[in-house]
């Protein structure tokens, strides 16, 4: 890796669906950040959940998207988030 991150590919994946809805600490995004940006396998894996999550969001039907994640981003309303949980 050029850009010389801590993270490997595990650490990167464990990562990941924190780092798509900007969960992490500001040390923690650089360093996914730069892993993805030298590892195309890792990139891949980011922009289909990046995909995945503007889908379901723009559909406007978390609810029937519970079993893809079991989180539901800060920027959905609570109610989505309330009712898909219970």
Same mark, same amino acid.
């Given at each position: ?18 780092? =798509? ?10 360093? =996914? ?22 889908? =379901? ?16 981003? &800060? ?5 989505? &988030? ?5």
């Amino acid at each position: 890796m050029t850009n010389n991150s801590c993270y490997d590919c595990n650490e990167t994946m464990e990562r990941l669906h924190s780092y =798509v809805d900007r969960e992490l600490n500001a040390f923690e995004m650089g360093e =996914v950040k730069k892993h993805l940006d030298d590892c195309p396998p890792c990139e891949k894996h980011f922009e289909f959940n990046s995909h995945v999550k503007i889908l =379901v969001h723009n559909k406007g039907c978390p609810e029937k998207a519970r079993h893809l994640r079991p989180w539901w981003p &800060r920027s959905w309303p609570t109610s989505a &988030r309330a009712k898909a949980t219970s």
